[in-house]
């Protein structure tokens, strides 16, 4: 089994963390410990930015070359996945790899079978059921594709990543105001694009009524 | 390119690149800040250290009290980082360079006019005191980014921008001791100019220093 098919590290991640300390400290051994905890998370947020495989390789080679030219200034008990995100951000940017707008049209499906979301869908036997799920998906990443840069970022962090909503905000560099208001108003244009796709009615009576976790963040804003 | 063979591809590719441990790194970085700081109280004495100039000594410890309490509050927001190891965002960085030096005009203005000291000084206009800003400012700001040089992954800019706004900061407590002139258009120019000058310096030079290059 490959080392980096055991299950990825979180935000906060202790075994990432401490890996990361020892590195920052010369253990050269924690290197290894630190790569498998934390490669997939790295992957995955460069592949939603670029879809060239040999981008992707050569950014998350890179993002993990900076992470050991920088390993003095790793500030002890800080979480070093918000690091590596943010180095990979900025290398994505560098190398101009946003890669939303330069997928190719036949992407689609991989980008699908790429997902776990789909993956997971995939395992359920029924034909209809999958094809829906497509679909829906399908619309979802569309919608992901349309909202501005901030929104992506945002809900990127915080509902893909699961990171808590002040870390997400220190690291994208924004005010936690602002990062709730991109959440909110990211997922309430996607919840509307795949409703307005399927039930154009139903979409516009839902969009008039915020869920209870959107009515948590207006609180947290206002 | 399989997960496995980048693993080993990024394992071999950092054996080679040298990198400094955090011991090694807060070695290098004491060494050439305190140098940096020697280097720019040297240059401060040679010019003639602490200069009352006809100013009771009162005024002095006032000004240089107040000074040091917003360029200490200005340097510690420059200086430091988040919990999560990033640098402050620009507004943070902005505020930390903006409010200091506006308190500190007002501050040096407002005592100088209390202690009738602020009348028009034409033949000061702030040309030495710019001088002498830039002088010890810049030689703080080297030594900080010869200190970084190389281990910023995130944000070489901002870093470089922060350090010589708090060179700036910095040099401008040490021209308050020297100078004893409260004109203000005196302070914009000797005072204030020499720290945007140098923010923007430690920006444009921190980009290309501090960043971390692949070998």
Redesign the interface.
């Known amino acids: 089994m490959p080392p980096t098919s055991e299950r990825p590290a979180g935000p906060g991640d202790p075994v990432a963390n401490e890996a990361m300390d020892r590195y920052a400290d010369g253990d050269a051994s924690a290197f290894p410990i630190l790569y498998d905890a934390i490669a997939p998370r790295v992957e995955g947020l460069v592949r939603r930015r670029t879809r060239d495989a040999s981008r992707i390789d050569d950014i998350v080679q890179q993002t993990f070359e900076r992470i050991h030219r920088a390993r003095g200034t790793f500030i002890r008990g800080s979480d070093v996945l918000s690091w590596a995100f943010k180095i990979a951000r900025n290398l994505c940017l560098d190398l101009g790899a946003q890669g939303w707008r330069e997928r190719p049209a036949d992407g689609k499906d991989r980008e699908a079978e790429a997902d776990p979301i789909a993956q997971a869908v995939a395992e359920v036997a029924d034909a209809e059921r999958i094809a829906t799920a497509r679909e829906t998906l399908a619309r979802l990443v569309r919608a992901f594709r349309a909202l501005p840069e901030r929104q992506q970022l945002a809900l990127e962090l915080v509902r893909i990543e699961g990171f808590p909503m002040a870390a997400a905000a220190e690291n994208l560099g924004v005010t936690l105001p602002s990062l709730k208001m991109s959440v909110f108003r990211g997922a309430e244009a996607l919840r509307n694009a795949v409703l307005e796709d399927a039930n154009p009615r139903s979409a516009r009576e839902r969009a008039a009524q915020p869920t209870t976790v959107e009515k948590e963040h207006l609180r947290g804003i206002t | 390119?399989?997960?496995?063979e980048?693993?080993n591809?990024?394992?071999a590719?950092?054996a080679e690149?040298p990198?400094?441990?955090?011991?090694?790194?807060?070695r290098r970085q004491a060494w050439l800040v305190v140098s940096g700081v020697l280097g720019a109280l040297t240059l401060f004495w040679v010019e003639g250290g602490l200069r009352a100039t006809g100013r009771p000594p009162s005024l002095v410890a006032w000004t240089s009290l107040g000074t040091s309490c917003f360029v200490g509050v200005g340097m510690w927001f420059l200086f430091t980082?988040?919990?999560?190891?990033?640098r402050r965002?620009?507004l943070v960085l902005g505020l930390a360079t903006i409010v200091p030096v506006v308190a500190f005009v007002l501050w040096r203005y407002g005592l100088g006019h209390l202690y009738e000291l602020a009348s028009p000084w034409p033949t000061r206009p702030g040309y030495r005191c710019f001088a002498l800003s830039v002088a010890t400012g810049g030689i703080l700001l080297g030594a900080l980014l010869l200190a970084?040089r190389?281990?910023?992954?995130?944000?070489p800019t901002a870093t470089g921008a922060a350090f010589g706004a708090g060179a700036g900061l910095g040099s401008a407590l040490l021209i308050d001791l020297w100078c004893p002139v409260s004109y203000l258009p005196h302070l914009l120019v000797g005072h204030v100019l020499p720290i945007a000058l140098l923010a923007a310096a430690g920006a444009a030079i921190g980009r290309r220093i501090l960043r971390?290059?692949?070998?």
């Open positions: 390119m399989e997960s496995l980048r693993r591809s990024v394992l590719s950092i690149i990198a400094p441990t955090r011991r090694e790194l807060m980082r988040t919990r999560s190891g990033h965002g620009w970084w190389r281990v910023d992954p995130m944000s971390t290059f692949r070998s």
